[in-house]
């Protein structure tokens, strides 16, 4: 059963435009979600996260977005460079922690210079 | 930043032997660490939590005899693959708590196990 769905397995951008990763979960429970980046045979890095108090946060180009009645997220990121060419992991937490962090299935974001 | 240090990058290994993956914490005390495993093209999936000077904690279908988790002190913890097959060869990554003052999950770089 898995509660944090990444539906789009690849994306590729323009140098320059706007990144829009996508991610929905199921558990309604979850109230802390993250987004981390990984490079292949690395571990991930985190990028971002958001509480669920909250609709928004921003961190320099990326900026999350959370709309806890569709139990969705996303991840902008403007502009797009090309070292943001990773793969993107949505996660999801429970009681506000990092502890047990229950990651998405990924996206492959490709920035083409 | 913190940093989570894991050891080796990577192993090759024969069936039938055991394979010990060490993760440590450099620049700080983590009393909890997490063992994901990733199949190509899959998420992270936590294997188990690892408690400081207690036993570790499981997830739903994880074999605790073969995946022998030690947490003996407050920046080393090891996950022993035991009796190694084929279909153990994954992407194993550690991960630790950083409790002041952001509490951010600081990841390892990962140990990919191949089992021949």
């Known amino acids: 059963d898995q509660q944090v769905k990444q539906n789009s397995p690849s994306l590729s951008v323009q140098e320059g435009r706007i990144s829009i990763l996508n991610c929905d979960y199921t558990n309604s429970m979850f109230d802390y979600f993250l987004w981390y980046k990984k490079y292949p045979a690395e571990g991930p890095t985190f990028l971002i996260s958001?509480?669920?108090?909250?609709d928004k946060n921003e961190d320099g180009r990326f900026t999350v977005f959370l709309n806890k009645s569709a139990k969705h997220l996303s991840l902008h990121i403007v502009p797009s460079q090309p070292g943001d060419s990773a793969v993107y992991f949505c996660a999801a937490s429970l009681s506000g922690g990092y502890q047990k962090v229950t990651f998405g299935t990924g996206t492959k974001l490709q920035v083409i210079p | 930043g913190a940093v989570v240090s894991q050891h080796p990058s990577w192993v090759i290994c024969k069936s039938g032997t055991s394979v010990k993956i060490e993760c440590r914490s450099l620049d700080f005390q983590a009393t909890t660490m997490f063992w994901y495993r990733q199949f190509p093209k899959q998420s992270l999936m936590l294997m188990a939590t690892s408690n400081e000077g207690s036993k570790a904690t499981y997830e739903q279908g994880v074999e605790k005899d073969k995946f022998l988790i030690n947490h003996a002190s407050l920046t080393l913890s090891t996950l022993t693959v035991t009796s190694a097959h084929p279909e153990d060869s994954s992407f194993y990554i550690c991960s630790a708590h950083d409790r002041a003052p952001n509490e951010k999950l600081f990841f390892g770089s990962g140990t990919q196990l191949s089992v021949l």
């Open positions: 958001i509480s669920s108090i909250k």
